[in-house]
C-alpha cells in the first residue's frame, strides 16, 4: 500500500516538469524579415490596329451571323441610302434660295374681285431690284380690259339707273416688297420646296373714267397695299400669288365731295431671275 501511494505522488510531481520541459519555439527577431516579391502591374491589353472605314463591310450571308458580327464591331457611319429622308433633313439650315443683288421680272395677270357688275381682267408686268433677301423695290405696270356682267340691268333697276362705274384702264406704280417670313415645305416627300410670305406697298398714278359726267380719264393719283406668297422651284424661277387693293379719289365735279374708289386685284405671275443663279455667301 505505500509503495502504491509512492509511486502515485511521484508521478502528481513529475507531470508539470514535464510540460516545463516542453518549450514553445519562439519568433526569431534577430533577423530581418524576409523581402516579399514585389507584385507587378497588371498588363495593359496591346492597341488594337486602327479601322479602315474607307472599305464597305462585308456582305453577311446568315441573318444571325450579320446579328453576332454586328454586336462585335463598332458603330459606323451610316450611308444615304441608310437614312429616311426626315433625318438628311436637319432642324436648322441655312436658307437654300437667295435674291439679294438679282433683278426679278414679273409677267402677270388680273382680275378684280370686288365688282359685281363690271369686272376687270388685265395683264401687266413688274420689274424689281432685290436690294436684301427680304426687301425689293418694285415698278409694276397693268392695263385693264370691263368685262359687263349680266348684273348690270338688274342693277341699274334696283338703283333707277344711277349704278356708279369707274372705269380703270391701267396704272403704274412705284411698290416696296418685303418678305418678312421665309420658310420650306416637304412636296411629294422626296424634295424640299422654298416660299415667302410677303407685303407690298406703294405710290403711282391710275388711269380711269370717272363714275360721271365728265368723265375725267386722268391720271389720278393712287396709292395700293397688298401681299402674297412665292415659291422657288427653281433657282431662276419663283410662282407667286398675291392680292392687292389699290386706291384712288373719284371727284368728277369740284363742289361735290370726291368718292374713293377701291379695286382689289387678285395677281398670279411667273418671275425670272437675272442672273440665273445665285452663289450663298455665309454672312
Known amino acids: 500500500m505505500r509503495t502504491l501511494l509512492a509511486f502515485t505522488w511521484l508521478a502528481v510531481v513529475l ?6 520541459a516542453q518549450e514553445v519555439p519562439g519568433i526569431d527577431l534577430s533577423q530581418p524579415p524576409a523581402e516579399e516579391p514585389a507584385q507587378q502591374p497588371p498588363s495593359e491589353p496591346e492597341e488594337q490596329p486602327p479601322m479602315d472605314l474607307s472599305q464597305p463591310p462585308a456582305s453577311r450571308e446568315a441573318p444571325a451571323a450579320a446579328e453576332k458580327e454586328k454586336e462585335a464591331r463598332p458603330l459606323l457611319p451610316f450611308g444615304d441610302e441608310d437614312v ?7 432642324a436648322v439650315q441655312r436658307k437654300g ?4 443683288g438679282r433683278l426679278e421680272l414679273t409677267p402677270m395677270f388680273s382680275a378684280t374681285v370686288n365688282d359685281a357688275f363690271y369686272q376687270k381682267f388685265g395683264g401687266g408686268l413688274r420689274l424689281a431690284y432685290n436690294v436684301q433677301d427680304s426687301f425689293a423695290i418694285a415698278v409694276r405696270g397693268t392695263y385693264y380690259e370691263p368685262l359687263r ?28 416688297i418685303w418678305s418678312p417670313i421665309y420658310g420650306k415645305a416637304s412636296f411629294l416627300g422626296s424634295s424640299i420646296l422654298h416660299f415667302d410670305l410677303f407685303l407690298a406697298g406703294g405710290f403711282g398714278v391710275v388711269w380711269s373714267a370717272t363714275s360721271s359726267e365728265p368723265r375725267n380719264e386722268g391720271p389720278h393719283l393712287a396709292t395700293d397695299l397688298g401681299g402674297g406668297v412665292r415659291f422657288y422651284p427653281k433657282e431662276w424661277l419663283a410662282f407667286e400669288l398675291g392680292l392687292m387693293a389699290t386706291l384712288y379719289p373719284d371727284q368728277p365735279i369740284l363742289s361735290v365731295p370726291g368718292t374713293v374708289q377701291k379695286v382689289f386685284v387678285a395677281n398670279v405671275g411667273l418671275s425670272f431671275f437675272f442672273p440665273p443663279r445665285f452663289e450663298y455667301v455665309y454672312p
Not at 429616311?84 to 436637319?90: E, P, S
Not at 434660295?97 to 439679294?100: A, E, P
Open 15 to 20: 507531470s508539470p516538469a514535464r510540460s516545463l
Open 84 to 90: 429616311a429622308l426626315g433625318d438628311r433633313v436637319k
Open 149 to 176: 356682267t349680266d348684273n348690270v340691268r338688274e342693277g341699274k333697276i334696283a338703283f333707277q339707273s344711277q349704278l356708279l362705274t369707274s372705269q380703270l384702264d391701267g396704272q403704274l406704280m412705284v411698290d416696296g
Open 97 to 100: 434660295f437667295l435674291k439679294r
